[in-house]
């Protein structure tokens, strides 16, 4: 099972918007809204920010957004705060079971 | 507050053995499955399996790379899951997690422990 691919980069000024793609193929993302986004600052534990493409957990703020077409995810960080800046991945039930994760995108808030 | 800690970390020859630790607490351990994630610097996220709970009779699944050489395993009476990892080569070198689904039926993960680190290295 192959990582999925998300960018390896992605920035935005404080108060704009920064899309996030995670590609992935019909064995994964394409058959399942399973997918989830976790934000991960430097030394710390992955947190869950997306579960079941568009869902949010209690206490992720409404900035942050799923959506999911075909074999492509996609997280939307609207309203860029300072805090937001740190790696992003996705991550995909993929059957069996498995779950596959994304490469990974670094958010530089500019 | 739903805690999980990792220990057990440490420095482990190639075709070496070690013994991971998951301690829960803050939540029905008993009734959850227990996931164990690794993270590498040069291959980001990795899940490498996962252990059920009773009511699914303790079924283990894992990533390809580890079958076979990796082995979970939980005490519901101490709330803690295990990870047994033998024949250990350079590529097991990472930081490694173990979480719980968000609820019962997600299959997103939260919350996540520290991490504790394995070095396989002669």
């Known amino acids: 099972q192959s990582a999925l691919t998300q960018p390896p980069s992605a920035s935005g000024s404080p108060g704009q918007s920064v899309t996030i793609s995670c590609t992935g193929s019909?064995?994964?993302?394409?058959?399942?809204?399973?997918v989830s986004w976790y934000q991960q600052h430097p030394g710390k534990a992955p947190k869950l920010m997306i579960y079941?493409?568009?869902k949010r957990p209690s206490g992720v703020p409404d900035r942050f957004s799923g959506s999911k077409s075909g074999n492509t995810a996609s997280l939307t960080v609207s309203g860029l705060q300072a805090e937001d800046e740190a790696d992003y991945y996705c991550s995909s039930y993929a059957g069996s079971p498995i779950f596959v994760f994304g490469t990974g995108t670094k958010v530089t808030v500019l | 507050e739903v805690q999980l800690v990792e220990s057990g970390g440490g420095l482990v020859q190639p075709g070496g053995s070690l013994k991971l630790s998951c301690a829960a607490s803050g939540f029905t351990f008993s009734g959850s499955s227990i996931h164990w994630v690794r993270q590498t610097s040069g291959r980001g996220l990795e899940w490498v399996g996962r252990?059920?709970?009773?009511?699914?009779?303790?079924?283990?699944a894992y990533t390809a790379s580890v079958k076979g050489r990796f082995t979970i395993s939980r005490d519901d009476s101490e709330n803690t899951s295990y990870l047994q990892m033998n024949s250990l080569k350079t590529e097991d070198t990472a930081v490694y997690y173990c979480?719980?689904?968000?609820?019962?039926?997600?299959?997103?993960?939260?919350?996540w422990g520290q991490g504790t680190l394995v070095t396989v290295s002669s």
């Open positions: 019909s064995s994964d993302v394409g058959s399942y809204n399973y």
């Open positions: 252990i059920r709970n009773k009511d699914n009779s303790y079924a283990t």
């Open positions: 079941d493409v568009s």
């Open positions: 979480t719980r689904p968000l609820n019962t039926g997600t299959l997103a993960f939260d919350p």
